[in-house]
Every structure is written in structure tokens, then in C-alpha cells.
């Protein structure tokens, strides 16, 4: 079970942050002994996948960051993140063998395709409630929302490398924070609602005038 909270959670972490838990995993598995790839997806940390990970993820940074141009990120990453998702999912070796299971071990498109799903709804999610932030802070509000996504990607990374059994909560938590964010912007946005044509009415002057 434990085997599946990982898979879910870099998954997850992916649909905020695609980059994010590739680069973990894969220092990771280059530096240290947490993490074991299975011997199919070992190019994960490869100096060079590092490398190219490394830059893909300074420019996600930035360009996340700026209001408009993070719209078109957002359509870019529509494709990278659950792919990735899928690829991170099926590439730990507790999550490719989940609960030590002979059939998951033949299957291994099943956790290809449960990490899609997982980081394609993290992604849409993010993305349909980016607009909404822009939108209801006059673009103020986008580097700290990207801030925020960029800190729970990382966070539930670690999370679900070191502590896989507190996943459920901290994907829960982060459900929350997005329903509240996203409740926020609409509210916001309502309140910059421009006046009706002709402007406002006129104020009562509070006195009565006796027509001619």
C-alpha cells in the first residue's frame, strides 16, 4: 500500500510542477540509496536527463511566474505533466511493484496510466484556477500562487519519498487549498465587476421635489 501512496503523491506533485519530482527522484537515485529505478527507466538520472531537467525546470520557474505567459505554459504542460506523471509513477521501484503484486509487475502500464490520471487532474485543475487568480488580483497575485504550486510540488514530493503514509493527507490538504483558492478568485473577481452601462444611479439627496 505504502508502494502506491509514493507513486500517487510524485504524481500528484507533478501536476503542480513537472519537473520537481523528476529532478528529486532522480538525484535521488544518482547520490543516494532511497530510491532504486527499475533498470528501464535508470536514464532518469543520467547526468544528462539531470542536466536537461535542471534547465527545464529554471525556465518553469520563471515563466510561471509571469501573468499571461503562464496561460501558455499551462497549454504546453498540458502534455508534459501527466506524461511525466505517468513516467514518475511507473519509475520508482516501490510504486513498479506495488504491494510486491506478480500482476502489477506484469501490467506496468496500469501505474503508467494511474499517473496520468493522477497528474493530468492535478494540471487541469491548476490550470483552469491560474486564470480565475490572474484575473481577480490584476496579475499580482501569480508569482505567489506559483510560489505556493512550486513549494507543494516539493513538499509533497518529500512527502511521499520519506513518508508515504501521510500522502492521502497531504493530497487532501492540498485539494483544500485549491477549492479555497479557487473560491477566493471567483470572489474577488465578482467584486471587480465594472458598473452598468450609464454608470451608477444617481444618489437621493434625501430631499422631496414638487414637480412644476
Same mark, same amino acid.
Given at each position: 500500500m505504502l508502494a502506491?501512496?509514493?507513486?500517487l503523491g510524485?504524481?500528484a506533485?507533478?501536476?503542480?510542477n513537472?519537473?520537481?519530482?523528476l529532478l528529486l527522484v ?9 530510491v532504486?529505478?527499475?533498470?528501464p527507466?535508470?536514464w532518469i ?5 539531470l ?11 520563471? &515563466?510561471?511566474? #509571469?501573468?499571461v505567459?503562464?496561460?501558455l505554459?499551462?497549454? $504546453?504542460q498540458? !502534455? +508534459?505533466?501527466?506524461? =511525466?506523471?505517468?513516467?514518475?509513477f511507473a519509475?520508482t521501484?516501490?510504486a513498479g511493484q506495488?504491494?510486491a ?11 503508467v ?11 487541469a ?6 486564470p480565475l487568480v ?7 497575485g501569480?508569482?505567489v500562487v506559483?510560489a505556493a504550486e512550486?513549494?507543494a510540488?516539493l513538499?509533497l514530493? &518529500?512527502?511521499a #519519498?520519506?513518508?508515504p503514509?501521510?500522502v492521502?493527507?497531504a $493530497?487532501?490538504? !492540498? +485539494?483544500?487549498i485549491? =477549492?479555497a483558492?479557487?473560491r477566493a ?23 422631496w421635489t414638487?414637480?412644476?
Open positions: 502506491s501512496f509514493t507513486g510524485l504524481s506533485a507533478a501536476g503542480l513537472a519537473y520537481i519530482p532522480g538525484l535521488l537515485a544518482r547520490f543516494t540509496g532511497v532504486e529505478l527499475p533498470e527507466y535508470r538520472q543520467s547526468g544528462w536527463a542536466s536537461v531537467v535542471a534547465v527545464l525546470l529554471l525556465a518553469e520557474v520563471v &515563466l510561471d511566474k #509571469v501573468p505567459v503562464d496561460h505554459n499551462d497549454v $504546453v498540458t !502534455l +508534459v505533466r501527466p506524461a =511525466v506523471g505517468g513516467v514518475i519509475a521501484a516501490a506495488a504491494d503484486s506478480t500482476w502489477m509487475q506484469q501490467h506496468q502500464w496500469v501505474a496510466l494511474l499517473g496520468v490520471v493522477v497528474a493530468g487532474a492535478v494540471h485543475a491548476k490550470a483552469t484556477a491560474r490572474n484575473v481577480s488580483t490584476v496579475g499580482v501569480t508569482p506559483s512550486d513549494a510540488s513538499s514530493s &518529500l512527502v #519519498v520519506f513518508l503514509v501521510l492521502l493527507v $493530497v487532501a490538504l !492540498l +485539494v483544500w485549491g =477549492v483558492v479557487r478568485a471567483r470572489r474577488g473577481g465578482r467584486g471587480r465587476r465594472p458598473p452598468p452601462p450609464g454608470g451608477p444611479p444617481p444618489a437621493w439627496s434625501g430631499r414638487r414637480s412644476s
